[in-house]
């Protein structure tokens, strides 16, 4: 059974991409602890970071990193957030996120009823971001 987040990749479900590469790609999660918040998932279907393919893993925090440099430039914040939990959808992903406390890392604070308008400048401030740390070829819809 494909997972939501695979359904999301190919197309079947919305999504506010802002990289996309043969293996890995990166969306703005509908729930957000902070404008900007992304998922960074791999194509294939893993549930458990664990069990990915070391060269995967090295890629998919690859594009993390590429992410979190962006959410610093985009939205100024004094760190990129990085969590894994995976207990939401089971297919490996990360969460990263402009985070100036302790507070981002708690999912439970996210918010479900974020505005569409406000994700979309999101996901436009981060491909801009992207774009100028020299990763356009990778910003979905470049």
Known sequence: ???????????E????????DPEVVAFLTIAPVAPGHTL???RAEVDR??????????RLNEVAQAVGKAVLQGFGAS???????????????????PANDMSGFDLSLADPDFPADKADAAADT?????????????VAGA
């Not at 059974?1 to 197309?11: H, L, P």
């Not at 760190?79 to 996120?97: D, K, M, Q, S």
């Open 49 to 58: 970071w664990t069990d990915l393919e070391p060269a995967l893993l090295t």
């Open 126 to 138: 981060l491909r801009t971001a992207l774009r100028d740390l020299g990763y356009g070829e990778y």
């Open 79 to 97: 760190r990129a957030g990085y969590l894994i939990a995976g207990f939401e959808v089971p297919h490996t992903h990360i969460h990263v996120f």
């Open 40 to 42: 960074v998932v791999p």
């Open 13 to 20: 479900l919305p999504g506010r991409f802002v990289w996309s």
């Open 1 to 11: 059974m494909s997972t939501v987040f695979s359904k999301i990749i190919a197309g």
